[in-house]
């Protein structure tokens, strides 16, 4: 990898790696100068490789900031189908990723955000396209399981490239830095919703190859990009699987330890941007499943976020809290979590529980609120973290998952026992992606007056006790493809979404539909 830096003193090589028969590498850059922003080309065996020769976009470049004090913006959303290949007709409507990508390369790089957090579903492992559906169909025979989903690492490679050689896109990712986390579509639909889903998948004769398969391109595609240099300097299976001639067999290793004892893998990680801190959050591999002691996190995994969280508080201004799934729903669909996890561990009989499992499935109802004590936890995290002489201005929840957008506030049953920090929920889905409107009713019902008074029926059919905090909507929601900013400075925290739209005359842009000013009163103070 070549650096125009215009010194020559920038740049880094690295030898591939081999997986399946697909080859890989991932390059460490040094030498680069704070402040700067660097132009950079990749060489294979000498020869350029990127930029493409034909390309119509802007040189990829590298930026450094020149002082950790500095203003920090990040993007985020989840939940992307890959666009139509060739401008094809877009059943869903524009893409966000894609407008984003058009807008900044007409743009001055500094309009370009600092990170783009992308929350999961970054492929669709069981939902695939027409022309994916083609392509598998001149591989195997679609009448028989999985059908139409992926059913081994090369057919996920194929998904990998179907949504990241998108033209657009490949650029965005090549100079915008990204970090991401899996949810249930990278896998299947409701990964580890349960102890008795998770026995029925395994009963399951393709199963296997498609969990292990899953997890592998997830380490090469998105793990891998995740961690610092540092990070990956330590990393006993990258160092491994480097050093193979071939490192199929060692990653697929993993994956099977990653699966059959989800608590000895770690899939989150923390990235410090300037004066905010990102600690983002597996809410799907390290789950507890057992009805006697279901949680969203292991042990292991929740003393790693508070810790992370409560780790020098001084030196962030800013906690964001990357997790796929909502931490603050709807009310009513909250109660109906709650009340349904209840069931599921027999609150009400063994019939009840049976009910509650096959709801459980049906509904999708495995969010943070589907895990009591984890959500409880969780907000004893943040009061903890938000509170004291260095509490940070905000905490920021950032989701996705749910397809649409709103912020939510949270405010804790007594003042004394909250955080000084302004706490909120922020959801942003999806990328490019569609909802019926039924659901879309659904969740506007989910948030009124009568919702709650519902919820609060289920609540006491459950036996749950009171949540230990409320919290309002206090924007949204939204439906469309997609994408929210968070914008930071000093103290002070401002939002924004946009939509990804049609254009008049042809073409597509993005508009803005919220601008907001998420900072408490009061605490913009340095």
């Known amino acids: 990898m070549r650096c125009e830096d215009g010194t020559g003193g920038a740049g880094g090589s690295s030898r591939t790696f081999q997986i399946a028969g697909h080859h890989y590498a991932l390059v460490t850059v040094t030498g680069l100068r704070p402040g700067s922003e660097t132009a950079y080309e990749v060489l294979l065996d000498g020869h350029r490789v990127w930029p493409l020769e034909d390309s119509r976009f802007p040189p990829s470049t590298i930026r450094t900031p020149a002082r950790p004090d500095e203003e920090v913006r990040v993007s985020f959303g989840s939940c992307r189908w890959a666009a139509p290949a060739h401008g094809g007709k877009d059943p869903v409507g524009p893409d966000a990723l894609n407008t984003l990508a058009r807008e900044l390369a007409a743009a001055p790089p500094s309009a370009r955000p600092d990170v783009l957090l992308l929350l999961g579903d970054q492929v669709y492992a069981d939902e695939t396209s027409k022309a994916t559906r083609r392509w598998l169909a001149e591989r195997r025979d679609l009448r028989e399981a999985p059908g139409s989903g992926v059913a081994d690492y090369t057919e996920y490679t194929h998904l990998y490239d179907e949504s ?145 969280a409560l780790e020098d508080p001084a030196s962030y201004d800013h906690l964001l809290i990357g997790t796929s799934l909502p931490w603050l729903l709807p009310p009513l669909i909250h109660e109906a979590e709650g009340w349904n996890a209840a069931l599921c561990r027999g609150e009400r009989g063994a019939r009840w529980a049976r009910f509650g499992e096959n709801l459980r499935r049906k509904a999708d109802l495995e969010h943070w609120a589907a895990f009591p004590e984890s959500f409880d936890r969780l907000a004893d995290m943040i009061a903890e973290a938000g509170s004291g002489p260095d509490a940070p201005a905000t905490v920021c929840v950032l989701s996705g998952d749910v397809h649409h957008a709103y912020v939510a506030e949270a405010r804790w049953r007594g003042e004394e026992s909250g955080p000084a920090a302004q706490v909120v929920q922020l959801t942003c889905s999806p990328v490019h992606n569609s909802i019926s409107a039924s659901i879309r009713l659904g969740f506007r019902f989910g948030w009124s007056g009568t919702g709650r008074r519902i919820g609060r029926l289920l609540a006491r059919h459950g036996r749950m006790r009171e949540p230990r905090l409320g919290w309002q909507r206090t924007s949204g929601p939204w439906f469309g493809n997609q994408l929210m900013t968070l914008t930071m400075r000093g103290r002070s925290a401002t939002l924004r979404l946009d939509q990804a739209r049609a254009k008049k005359g042809g073409g597509t842009g993005l508009v803005t539909v919220l601008e907001k000013d998420l900072t408490r009163p009061g605490r913009t103070g340095g």
């Open 164 to 308: 990241w050689l998108d033209p657009e896109v490949r650029w965005l990712l090549s100079t915008v830095p990204s970090c991401m986390i899996f949810d249930d579509h990278d896998v299947i639909d409701d990964w580890n919703t349960s102890a008795s889903w998770v026995a029925d998948m395994r009963a399951t004769p393709w199963w296997r190859e498609r969990i292990l398969s899953g997890l592998m391109s997830y380490w090469v595609y998105q793990h891998l990009g995740n961690l610092s240099p540092a990070e990956l300097a330590k990393d006993e299976l990258y160092a491994a699987v480097r050093a193979a001639s071939d490192g199929t067999d060692l990653l697929r290793e993993f994956a099977s330890l990653a699966d059959n004892d989800p608590a000895r893998v770690h899939w989150s990680y923390r990235r410090d941007f300037g004066r905010a801190r990102l600690l983002m959050v597996d809410t799907r591999a390290a789950r507890v499943l057992e009805e006697d002691r279901r949680a969203m996190l292991d042990d292991a995994e929740e003393r790693w976020v508070r810790d992370q």
